[in-house]
């Protein structure tokens, strides 16, 4: 199982909606990350910054901003666009985060 960590960035003011999504996120989307093997998913929001900080386990082979090839994803990324930054394809900006520590 690996471990994988990334941010990301929400737009001003968007902290309460991004969590009203998140709290009525769509079973397909879960549904797609647990087929894709994508387990023990949080995200964390910094208020001074507007960072999202990103955690999963992937037994699989892609971490969950890999996915865009699905169609609820992509419908998902483009729902969640206006209240993040994206790229052009509505995929969310995202940074991958090197692990420098890890206590099991």
Partial sequence: MKRYAFKMKLKP????????RHDNIWPEILELLKQQG???FAIFYDKETDCL????KISGDKD????GN????RKWW???????????????VSIPLEEVFYME
């Avoid at 483009?78 to 969310?92: K, L, R």
């Fill in 78 to 92: 483009d729902y969640m666009s206006d209240i993040m930054e994206t790229n052009e394809d509505s995929s969310p």
């Fill in 53 to 56: 900080f990103a955690y999963q």
């Fill in 70 to 73: 699905f169609e609820a994803m």
């Fill in 13 to 20: 003011g968007c902290k309460d909606e991004y969590k009203k």
């Fill in 38 to 40: 994508i387990n023990d």
């Fill in 64 to 67: 969950s901003q890999s996915l």
